[in-house]
Antibody, heavy 121, light 113 residues
Framework: QVQVVQSGAEVKKPGASVKVPCKASGYTFTTYTMHWVRQAPGQRLEWMGWINAGNGNTKFSQKFQDRVTFTSDTSASTAYMELSSLRSEDTAVYYC??????????????WGQGTQVTVSS | DIVMTQSPESLAVSLGERATINCKSSQSVLYTSNNKNHLAWYQQKPGQPPKLLIYWASTRESGVPDRFSGSGSGTDFTLTISSLQAEDVAVYYCQQYFSSPLTFGQGTKVEIK
């Protein structure tokens, strides 16, 4: 069955970077797009962008495009999100989540369990 | 950016009664080339990731109980739980996937009265 598995929690200092992995299984990794969505405490879900796992094309929310990088390792069926210049407002649960197909303009049908990233001095 | 606004922010419904959640988008999410509304509904329980319930505004995801239904078109949408069960206590989000950035509503918390 389709699974999207994320790593455990990360604690980082302000100004540092974090790289969050997301391992997919149970489907052909390269034929789907992977979204990244974050959720700060008590806040709504916030879309960060996506990566087409097949061709590596990316699209970013303008809010994050200067600080975020999406990559994918097709041999390991793993997507990565790296966020730099961390600040306290970046404290949130970060989800990777698979789109229903190749296009990013599709609903999200499988979500990872989330990675808690805490930014604190 | 398309702003998604849900109402109410919370509601309490008796077991077995109907729950209705509304979602309004700041511009139409109906894609004329495929005549589909790019609107999804998700359920999120505490400590869990969201779960897809409805997409294309009214298509139920596989395995979702038929007490969940979606309706609406253009800018106004509704999620209905026809007979609320205890396991339906959650926060519900609408989302548009019509244009970037993809955006979510602020969520509606559903509780048992």
């Amino acid at each position: 069955q389709v699974q999207v598995v994320q790593s455990g929690a990360e604690v980082k200092k302000p100004g540092a970077s974090v790289k969050v992995p997301c391992k997919a299984s149970g489907y052909t990794f390269t034929t789907y797009t992977m979204h990244w969505v974050r959720q700060a405490p008590g806040q709504r879900l916030e879309w960060m962008g996506w990566i087409n796992a097949g061709n590596g094309n990316t699209k970013f929310s303008q809010k994050f495009q200067d600080r975020v990088t999406f990559t994918s390792d097709t041999s390991a069926s793993t997507a990565y999100m790296e966020l730099s210049s961390l600040r306290s407002e970046d404290t949130a649960v970060y989800y990777c989540a698979r789109a229903l197909g190749t296009s990013g303009y599709l609903p999200i049908d499988h979500w990872g369990q989330g990675t808690q990233v805490t930014v604190s001095s | 950016d398309i702003v998604m606004t849900q109402s109410p922010e919370s509601l309490a419904v008796s077991l077995g009664e109907r729950a209705t959640i509304n979602c309004k988008s700041s511009q139409s999410v109906l894609y004329t080339s495929n005549n589909k509304n790019h609107l999804a509904w998700y359920q999120q329980k505490p400590g869990q990731p969201p779960k897809l319930l409805i997409y294309w505004a009214s298509t139920r995801e596989s395995g979702v109980p038929d007490r969940f239904s979606g309706s609406g078109s253009g800018t106004d949408f509704t999620l209905t739980i026809s007979s609320l069960q205890a396991e339906d206590v959650a926060v519900y989000y609408c989302q548009q996937y019509f244009s970037s950035p993809l955006t979510f509503g602020q969520g509606t918390k559903v509780e048992i009265k």
